[in-house]
């Protein structure tokens, strides 16, 4: 699914309305998510992983979210470039 | 009581900046709200896939997640049903059979609809029903909500009132539907961020799908297997299942139910229209991942739900007990912020149908006609403000008499069941004529009101309460579809011309615009099959 806006559309002027990048404000909250587990997950005593089967899950679960989030962040500001362009 | 879970500073964090999020998206799109309709269809302008996970996402919210897990502790993998039979064909047909007539007459609401189609008094009946069940739903997610993280946080019941009511008041105020629909797609990531830990230590630490096998009862294993009679852990037979469930209660809510086709009248074209429920049926395939396997969990690592334990256990806090289980600070954390993600935008979707069909169909139709469309926009604005008022005092109210939580939610089953055979007679009959329309609606509302008192007062009975519930949306659905045509054979027939674009065999068919892969026939389809294929692996 594309998610541009229909320029050819004879409302288009109208709907410009909606330009708000959804995927800006989704990657910068998964990618703060991740950096803040990552750097508690690298703080953080293994005893506090007993619970979690022995897994530094703020570690794992904070490197997963970074890639996410940065995903996010990079589609939206390839689209935007390539839009100015 | 001491509370379930503590939570630490990194935790706050994370609750504090989605809460953050959500304001400042609100209030980015503050500015863009010009018309009626930016306010309260997102201008028709976004794409397939965030309408898409929206119309997932409206469905999911905390109290069915917390719901669904604790019927899988019960239940078993016969879960699935809620999802494969339940879901999925309803989903489908309204993508590729119904969203040609809603989206393609323009239309702004589902009462709307129902106007052109039938007559004033079928949309007033429904308009009305609807707004009234939906604003006192919302103020009874509110108050499950502060009940939740009262137990589980130790926050006071009303300081979480009023700042969950303050946050979605102060969004949707400022961004209508887009803002109910951003938040409902930053939800649908967090849950599934949220709940996916748990669901992967929870396979390790049983032994994966192996260990339910050995240590499951065979009952509990399978989907299909044992629904040839009622002897099972629903108590449901297979004909109550497939078309109780599946057909009028499942096509009922997905097709009929303004809070999730209204996100599908905000995309920006009717591929995209049609594409949205489709987009949405893959995830809600998968949802089981997040509810069944916790539930599965639970009944082996909890010492609540060990099998001595289980007469007494409360199953709809299985879900809580496994994040204390598993999660420490920090994912925990994110988990909370998912569920908190999923109680205010469920209410802030609640909110905003309720202030579409007011402004609409009720002030716009009974109140003040014809006014310009800035007078609709700031009406619409303010009933905002004047819906989750009318919440917070319903939280206040179920605080007091919590057994009106229960008597609500069965009012509005009475209302949803027969709605389905409604509009699948509108749209592909042309004779259903516009009082057939508004009798079957009410004869059919009150089938459900008398099989619920003949089974109370024990003159109808089954083998368990779902499987009531189940056979009165089937009979609801039947008395409505009979009267709608009854009816209709003896009242006056509408001008075929109006009902042009109205109806199936009087609207000309949508030239092929798409490429075949971007075609919702091909993706309904494919969804269909994997449906089917999921059952058979499950049965």
Known sequence: MSDNIEHKDPAAGMRQGHVLDLKLPIGWLLGFYGVLLTVYGLVTKPEMYAISLGINLNLVWGILMIAIGSAFLLTAYVKRNRKKA | ?539
Do not use: C
């Open chain 2, 1 to 539: 009581m001491a509370p379930v879970i503590t939570l630490n500073f990194v935790d706050y964090a994370i609750i504090g900046g989605y809460i953050l999020v959500m304001v400042l998206v609100g209030y980015a799109l503050k500015k863009y709200m010009k018309t009626g309709e930016d306010f309260f269809l997102s201008g028709r302008s976004l794409p397939g896939w965030i309408t898409g996970l929206a119309f997932l996402s409206a469905n999911l919210g905390a109290l069915e997640v917390i719901g669904m897990v604790a019927n899988s502790a019960k239940y078993g993998i016969a879960t699935v049903h809620f999802y494969w039979v339940g879901a999925i064909p309803a989903m489908v047909f309204l993508g590729i059979f119904m969203m040609p007539f809603y989206y393609g007459s323009r239309v702004r609401t589902v009462p709307e609809y129902l106007k052109l189609r039938y007559n004033e008094a079928t949309r007033g009946l429904n308009a009305i029903s609807f707004a009234i069940m939906t604003v006192l739903m919302s103020g009874i997610s509110l108050y499950a909500m502060a009940l939740l993280f009262k137990i589980m946080l130790g926050w006071p019941l009303t300081q979480s009132i009023l700042f969950a009511a303050i946050v979605v008041l102060l969004y949707v105020f400022w961004g209508g539907l887009s803002s109910s629909i951003y938040n409902e797609v930053i939800q649908f990531f967090l849950i599934w961020l949220g709940l996916l830990p748990i669901v992967f230590l929870g396979l390790k630490e049983v032994g994966g799908f192996a260990g339910f096998a050995a240590r499951l009862q065979e009952t509990l294993l399978h989907s299909i297997k044992y629904l040839g009679t009622s002897n099972n852990p629903l108590g449901v037979d297979w004909f109550g299942v497939v078309m109780g469930l599946g057909f009028v209660l499942s096509f009922g809510y997905w097709t009929t139910d303004f809070l999730v086709v209204q996100r599908a009248l905000a995309s920006k074209n009717i591929n995209a229209a049609r594409m949205t429920p489709i987009i949405a049926s893959f995830p809600k395939m998968l949802v089981p991942i997040i509810v069944v396997i916790p539930g599965l969990v639970a009944l082996l690592v909890l010492p609540e739900f060990a099998p001595a334990a289980l007469p007494t256990a409360d199953y709809n806090s299985a879900l809580i007990l496994l994040m204390k289980h598993y999660l420490p600070n920090g994912i925990l954390g994110l988990a909370i912020t998912a569920l908190l993600a999923s109680f205010m935008s469920g209410m802030a979707g609640n909110v905003t149908a309720f202030n579409t069909i007011w402004t609409y169909d009720i002030y716009g139709t009974y109140i003040r006609k014809g006014r310009p469309d800035a007078h609709y926009l700031k009406v619409g604005k303010y009933t905002t403000v004047i819906g989750v008022a009318i919440s917070i005092g319903t939280a206040y109210i179920v605080q007091s008499f919590p057994n009106l939580m229960d008597y609500m939610q069965l009012i509005f089953s009475f209302f949803n069941a027969p709605l389905f055979a409604t509009f699948l007679l509108g749209m592909f009959w042309k004779g259903a004529t516009g009082w057939g329309g508004f009798w079957g609606l009410l004869v059919g509302i009150l089938t459900a009101a008398g099989h619920y008192i003949l089974y109370k007062t024990g003159a109808v009975t089954y083998h368990s309460d779902m499987a009531a519930n189940f056979y009165q949306a089937i009979w609801a659905w039947v008395a409505d579809f009979v009267v709608t045509i009854g009816v209709s054979l003896f009242t006056a027939k509408r001008d075929p011309k109006e009902l042009v674009g109205l109806v199936f065999g009087l609207t000309p068919k949508p030239k092929a615009e798409a490429r075949w892969y971007a075609r919702p026939a091909v993706w309904g389809t494919l969804a269909i099959i994997v449906a089917v294929v999921l059952n058979v692996i499950f049965w």
